[in-house]
């Protein structure tokens, strides 16, 4: 287990442990108080791992990409702060504990799980320009990635799809997780160029190659983009 996956296991574990000893009827009421000072903490703490999280996997999302999880986190830790009390029947706070503990284990099955990341709380600093310094394997493809992003952005998809060849070409066989997913993306927006391009058939080539390389990878983004792919052949070329 990675430290990051550490890191978001221990509160799970804990929260959902609390949670749990609170469905017993005969708890004093000094547990629940004790309960809301724990876990509302760790409900934030959540919060910021999460978003964290969508940083490091789905850089080019965030922040429009925080609405799921770190939505969930925010909300229950508001609803179990102890300083502004939400009251309600011992029937209701025993359904949102189970409610609680069953959604943090799909939280641990389908994000933490796989995560094989690190918690990325800022952007790292830029690397420097001066003579004698280069970048990395990663900022370098990452630096590619965004002026191809840029040339899409602006309906050039010709030179976007030049610039994407010229970086699968030079980073395609890297073995390094960090460039193997920005190569990832590198073959996906160059389908997607092609299609821009009415070039349907060399497009669905491309989202096959694209399939057969990462539906192994069980990873966000790429669960979703391989989905995507498979949407993308079935429009573009329809079965007869």
Same mark, same amino acid.
């Given at each position: 287990?990675?430290?990051? +996956? ?23 009421? #000094? ?23 969508? %940083? ?14 770190? !939505?969930?986190? =925010? =909300? ?8 502004? +009390? ?8 025993? =359904? ?35 003579? !004698? ?13 965004? +002026?191809? %992003?840029?040339?899409?952005?602006? #309906?050039?998809? !010709? ?9 699968? #070409?030079?980073? !395609?066989?890297? %073995? ?6 920005? =190569? ?31 539906? #192994? ?9 391989? +989905? ?13």
């Amino acid at each position: 287990m990675t430290t990051a +996956q550490k890191n978001l296991t221990i509160p799970i574990i804990t929260i959902s442990l609390m949670m749990a000893w609170a469905l017993f009827p005969h708890n004093p009421y #000094g547990y629940y108080v004790f309960l809301r000072l724990i876990c509302s903490p760790l409900l934030l703490t959540l919060f910021f791992f999460s978003i964290a999280m969508i %940083k490091f996997t789905r850089k080019a999302e965030y922040p429009n990409d925080l609405f799921g999880w770190p !939505g969930f986190f =925010v =909300v229950f830790a508001l609803l179990y702060n102890p300083l502004v +009390q939400v009251h309600l029947t011992r029937g209701i706070w025993s =359904v949102l504990n189970i409610a609680t503990i069953i959604l943090l284990a799909v939280f641990w099955l389908i994000r933490v799980r796989p995560f094989e990341g690190t918690l990325v709380f800022s952007e790292p600093p830029k690397p420097s320009t001066a003579p !004698g310094k280069t970048l990395s394997d990663y900022d370098a493809a990452w630096e590619l990635l965004n +002026q191809a %992003k840029g040339l899409f952005d602006g #309906g050039q998809f !010709g030179e976007s799809t030049k610039l994407l060849d010229q970086l699968i #070409g030079k980073y !395609g066989k890297i %073995k390094k997780l960090d460039v193997e997913r920005i =190569v990832g993306r590198a073959i996906f927006c160059k389908a997607v160029n092609l299609s821009k391009l009415d070039r349907k058939e060399e497009a669905a080539k491309v989202y096959l190659a694209f399939i057969d390389k990462y539906r #192994g990878l069980k990873m966000e983004p790429f669960i979703e983009l391989v +989905q995507l792919a498979r949407e993308a052949i079935s429009r573009n070329l329809p079965s007869n």
